[in-house]
């Protein structure tokens, strides 16, 4: 196994386990390497952090500006047992909807103006796109948990 410090285009850094370094090009080339951030398929190595810091907060300075609410209290189990709920209400309510990736603005805005028949569909949106169907009033809504492209599930 191989590890490598990836970056997705809107500069969320995490690590990618691959069996070799062909691996990485052969996902990436097929699109299936996801930023979990935000679900970018546009995923690239990240320079090389050292591997030794020489001061302890250096990779502070490469993480996103976005803030995350976090506690280190451990929650409670009814909590995760909502949440398990939740991702499953999810993944029922997406059983019939078909996944689209990065089409999702070009499809659900296809759909809104008459181009082609409505169906149920997920992908994924940037932060503008998402926004410009809003304003479009192209109904649509963010989805709470993360989605697995289906290719990746193989
Ligand atoms: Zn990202």
């Known amino acids: 196994m191989i590890v490598f410090d990836l970056a997705c285009i809107e500069g969320h850094r995490f690590e990618g386990w691959f069996g070799s370094s062909g691996?990485?090009?052969d996902q990436r080339a097929r699109g299936l390497l996801c930023c979990?951030?935000?679900?970018?398929?546009?995923?690239?190595?990240?320079?090389?952090?050292?591997?030794?810091?020489?001061?302890?907060?250096?990779?502070?300075?490469?993480?996103?500006?976005e803030q995350?609410?976090?506690?280190?209290t451990p929650m409670p189990p009814e909590m995760r047992k909502a949440l398990a709920a939740l991702a499953?209400?999810?993944?029922?309510?997406?059983?019939?909807?078909t996944?689209?990736?990065?089409k999702?603005?070009?499809?659900?805005?296809?759909?809104?103006?008459?181009e082609r028949?409505?169906?149920?569909?997920?992908?994924?949106?940037?932060l503008?796109?998402?926004?410009a169907l809003i304003e479009e009033g192209v109904p649509v809504a963010p989805l709470p948990f993360p989605v697995a492209p289906p290719d990746k599930l193989n």
């Not at 999702?104 to 008459?114: P, S, V, W």
């Not at 028949?117 to 940037?126: C, K, L, N, R, V």
């Not at 503008?128 to 926004?131: C, D, G, L, P, R």
């Open 104 to 114: 999702f603005a070009e499809e659900t805005r296809k759909m809104h103006y008459g």
């Open 36 to 65: 979990p951030s935000c679900g970018a398929s546009d995923v690239t190595k990240a320079p090389m952090a050292p591997a030794v810091p020489a001061k302890g907060n250096q990779r502070q300075e490469v993480l996103p500006p």
């Open 128 to 131: 503008a796109e998402a926004k």
């Open 99 to 102: 996944w689209v990736g990065d």
């Open 68 to 72: 995350r609410p976090m506690a280190n």
């Open 23 to 25: 691996d990485f090009e």
């Open 117 to 126: 028949d409505e169906a149920p569909i997920h992908g994924q949106a940037s």
């Open 88 to 97: 499953k209400a999810q993944a029922d309510a997406l059983k019939d909807s």
